[in-house]
């Protein structure tokens, strides 16, 4: 009788699990984005890695569509990215990416994006919050600057000096682990790289790589070669594109390379500086 009840819990257990992980795999993702956002791109990215299916909701940050009535009532915060996971609607990209490993990385790997154990995940913790606290929130105000006033209202010593403390602060941690939040990639690095690519645009990181960030310099090449990465370079582009249009400015270090993919952004910023002056001189 002990063996047929062992056995019975046994197949319940199986048959819970199984039907967990088919729910996990079966439910709706739908994630509302807009990919000129770096933490927008790391969600993405994260995605592609675990291979997936979800539902691409796009929100126009540069032309309100974060204030929508439909979209606050879903985000209140007005903020991309956002996920919905069948009824749970998550708002940050950090608790995102965590959720998404929870719920998606496969048991099989080795080196896990979500570590298992507590002490790297708190490693892991620490610098996803190094990334929205310090990183990010600096790298926010320098654009946001830009994009309120124009290039030339912003204080760019200052800037330079608080983006360039953080470089400083990236070398450090690098010095203790090859990645950062230990000895390989986990979502921490994800999260990071698509904002020091944002502020890499105008403090290009290759330019201390010699004698202040060589560290940092081998740790940005070797996320650059991840196989997802060009997701993170679109919306790069876009961004850059952006800015440059409402900053009036070029930045120093362009992340377009080819010469015929320069002249069709040139062309781009152009032609919408050309139709803002239009729409201007017919409201007048």
């Not at 819970?16 to 795999?25: E, M, Q, T």
């Not at 913790?125 to 124009?150: K, Y």
């Not at 760019?156 to 690098?174: C, F, G, P």
Request: hydrophobic fraction near 40%; glycine fraction near 4%; include cysteine.
């Amino acid at each position: 009788i002990k063996i047929r009840l062992i056995n019975s819990f046994r197949l319940i257990f199986i048959r819970s699990y199984s039907a967990l992980h088919i729910s996990d795999k079966m439910s709706k993702l739908a994630l509302y984005y807009d990919d000129v956002s770096p933490p927008v791109r790391s969600c993405m990215m994260l995605i592609k890695l675990l291979e997936l299916d979800v539902e691409y909701k796009y929100v126009d940050l540069f032309k309100g569509g974060q204030l929508e009535k439909s979209f606050l009532e879903l985000n209140p915060n007005h903020t991309v990215p956002t996920l919905v996971h069948d009824n749970l609607v998550i708002t940050d990209s950090h608790i995102i990416l965590t959720h998404l490993c929870e719920k998606f990385e496969k048991d099989s790997e080795d080196e896990k994006l979500w570590p298992l154990s507590y002490e790297e995940r708190i490693r892991v913790w620490n610098m996803l919050f190094f990334e929205g606290t310090v990183l990010f929130r600096r790298d926010s105000e320098f654009l946001s600057g830009i994009v309120r006033g124009g290039f030339a209202s912003v204080d760019l010593t200052l800037h330079e000096r608080k983006l360039l403390e953080a470089y400083n602060m990236m070398e450090t941690y690098l010095r203790r682990h090859k990645y950062m939040a230990g000895e390989h990639m986990t979502i921490a690095d994800i999260s990071i790289v698509t904002t020091l690519s944002t502020v890499n645009l105008m403090f290009p990181i290759a330019a201390g790589a010699a004698d202040r960030w060589p560290l940092l310099n081998d740790w940005f090449g070797r996320m650059q070669a991840l196989p997802v990465y060009h997701i993170n370079q679109t919306g790069l582009e876009k961004l850059c594109v952006v800015i440059e249009r409402f900053g009036k400015f070029k930045f120093p270090n362009s992340v377009i390379a080819a010469p015929e993919e320069k002249q069709q952004r040139e062309e781009a910023i152009s032609e919408e500086a050309k139709a803002e002056s239009q729409e201007k001189a017919a409201e007048k």
